[in-house]
């Protein structure tokens, strides 16, 4: 603790650099240490946000990826980084996780320190920061895209964004997904999305688009009834942030497929 | 070269202590109370400036006196929790660690500096009953010259406080409800030397520590006047 000539602003990524600098990544040592290629990561496949009535909806498979194998069949891709907002990741699944940790510490420090927590478009361009920081990892491979979605009270409604490496984002006025299997959930959600949807309308778009990108894309998990692993979805409203439950999930998709059934012939 | 004056080290820590005292007693008190299932700070202040802050989940803070001097330190104190936090667990944030870093911090400012810290400060941890060994509440409470005192059920803060402490050690009893603490932390504050007689909600400035709270791991909550109006009546 310095009183006097510490670091005195409101940014947890700041002080991170200033005065612990040992504790950023240091790319360029990092990768100046590697020979040749990087090992497998584990990836993490396809998210989905969407805007409905009441705000955003996050959803994101289970599934994680290294190569053609399975690294994880239960991993969490879908944070909520404080009690109005959403990360959703997809990419190499270490530094993605690792920056929603830190995009959370960081809007909760600002809240304390300032007493009043950032505004959704100020968290939206803090994670743009951390992406742009991520580029040199993301030229050697360690990709990080993740979805962010969250409730502006300044201007009651949901909003959501996307991102690209370089920390260029890009705000959605409906719905995106990103990962391995964003192109056929895009597809599906084209077709079945409605502007101002209720809840459960919103919920039975993502999953009908995550079951989509399950049965198109082979790193896309789908619903694992053996081990009973569904998508997780989250909602961000102007109550905060809830989790829709297993058994919901469960019974949505139940009608997903029973629609979808053909006879064998 | 101007050669230095010799200076009696008594003298002048006695000098440091009567200004540092002077500067403290000028503001108004805090009161830190234990009730049935949190802790609650309580001052008077009815400005935008906040005198009590949130640290981390479990662990609050409240300065008297100079307010650029004890902002900043509650700012240091954040600082060091959330790195703390970030480079091992949220668990092992603990308030006995940060109340001994703030006891040398301004320890070490009382002896270097000619002006000591204005100030006086409590660090509260509430405890949590699914984790065995750490289930008590503490408050720590920080002299201007570093002196660290461990209190057990309520701590006061400020100059003039000595009706509010005789205040409180009459009244206060563990394990009151939140409302009756309210009252009997406002009670106090108004027996205060100088402070008002009586106190209204948009005057006080109320933040609990609870114990229970739903709330993803953060404990603190700031009362609004009127929340505070609702459990002054219950």
């Known amino acids: ?265 | 070269m101007a050669f230095p004056y010799y200076v009696n080290p008594e003298q002048m820590t006695q000098d440091k202590a009567e200004f540092a005292r002077k500067g403290i007693a000028r503001g108004k008190s805090i009161v830190t109370l234990e009730y049935d299932v949190g802790i609650l700070l309580l001052a008077e202040n009815p400005f935008k400036l906040s005198k009590i802050g949130e640290i981390y989940d479990r662990i609050a803070f409240a300065g008297v006196g100079k307010f650029s001097e004890f902002d900043r330190l509650r700012k240091m104190g954040i600082q060091w929790a959330d790195v703390e936090g970030y480079r091992f667990s949220r668990d092992d944030v603990r308030g006995k660690a940060l109340a001994n870093l703030y006891s040398q911090a301004i320890g070490e400012e009382f002896n270097r500096s000619i002006k000591p810290f204005e100030v006086e400060i409590v660090v509260a941890e509430v405890g949590d009953p699914q984790f065995a060994g750490h289930e008590a509440n503490a408050l720590y409470q920080v002299s201007f010259d570093g002196t660290i005192q461990d209190q057990t059920g309520f701590c006061v803060i400020g100059g003039s406080d000595d009706a509010m402490r005789g205040h409180m050690v009459a009244n206060f009893r563990p394990g009151l409800p939140l409302g009756d603490a309210l009252r009997l932390g406002r009670d106090a504050l108004q027996m205060a030397e100088n402070g008002s007689p009586e106190l209204a909600p948009e005057s006080l400035e109320a933040c609990l520590l609870e114990a229970e709270s739903q709330r993803r791991g953060r404990k603190f909550r700031r009362l609004s006047a009127d929340d505070v109006r609702d459990l002054l009546g219950a």
């Open chain 1, 1 to 265: 603790m310095r009183f006097r000539d510490g670091y005195n602003g409101s940014s947890f990524m700041e002080l991170l650099e200033i005065e612990h600098p040992h504790l950023t990544p240091n790319w360029d040592r990092l990768f100046a240490a590697t020979v040749g290629e990087l090992p497998a990561v584990a990836h993490g496949t396809t998210v989905i946000g969407l805007r409905f009535a009441d705000g955003t909806m996050v959803a994101g498979d289970r599934l994680a990826t290294m190569d053609y194998r399975v690294a994880m069949r239960d991993i969490e891709k879908v944070f909520a980084t404080d009690d109005y907002s959403l990360m959703a990741i997809a990419g190499a699944a270490g530094p993605a996780i690792e920056m929603a940790r830190l995009l959370g510490i960081q809007f909760e420090h600002h809240e304390k320190i300032e007493g009043e927590p950032l505004e959704l478009e100020g968290k939206a361009n803090t994670l743009a920061h951390l992406i742009k920081q991520n580029l040199p990892a993301a030229m050697q491979g360690l990709v990080v895209v993740p979805l962010f979605a969250g409730y502006d009270r300044r201007r009651r409604m949901g909003r959501l964004w996307r991102y690209e490496v370089t920390g260029g984002r890009y705000e959605e006025k409906e719905y995106d997904s990103v990962g391995s299997g964003s192109l056929f959930a895009r597809e599906s959600l084209k077709k079945s999305f409605q502007p101002g949807a209720s809840r459960d309308q919103a919920l039975r778009m993502v999953l009908e688009a995550l079951a989509d990108a399950a049965d198109e894309d082979r790193g896309t998990g789908g619903v694992d009834t053996v081990r009973e692993i569904y998508p997780r979805v989250k909602t961000c409203t102007s109550e905060g942030i809830e989790e829709i439950s297993d058994s919901r999930i469960a019974q949505i998709h139940q009608s997903i497929i029973d629609g979808r059934r053909r006879p064998v012939e």
